[in-house]
């Protein structure tokens, strides 16, 4: 995965309100959960609301459906394990090839 792909991704994680609304979201598994939901559960104002959703979507870590009238939005679990793939990636690979020698 690309370091600017990656970088928006935890650029977008970085406000407070966009990780609560993002750690909310994953807790919901794949349904997701309607913005009203969301909205009225983390008591935030629904302009103030759509815009970090429109963030994470635009970081491609939430994505929406319609249904009806309402309006779901559900974690790109795939994005996210990417994500954190790439953190992962190079954990302690200085002290692996230390070990090699």
Do not use: W
């Not at 349904?31 to 629904?46: C, D, F, H, R």
Request: hydrophobic share 45%.
């Amino acid at each position: 995965m690309e370091l600017d792909v990656i970088a928006k991704a935890l650029k977008e994680l970085g406000h407070p309100t966009r990780l609560a609304v993002f750690m909310r979201l994953v807790k919901s598994g794949y349904a997701g959960l309607p913005v009203g939901v969301i909205q009225e559960e983390l008591g935030i104002p629904g302009s103030t609301l759509s815009h970090h959703i429109s963030s994470l979507v635009s970081a491609g870590l939430v994505k929406q459906r319609r249904e009806s009238r309402t309006l779901f939005c559900v974690v790109e679990y795939e994005k996210l394990l990417s994500v954190i793939n790439f953190l992962q990636h190079e954990c302690c690979a200085d002290e692996l090839l230390a070990e090699k020698k």
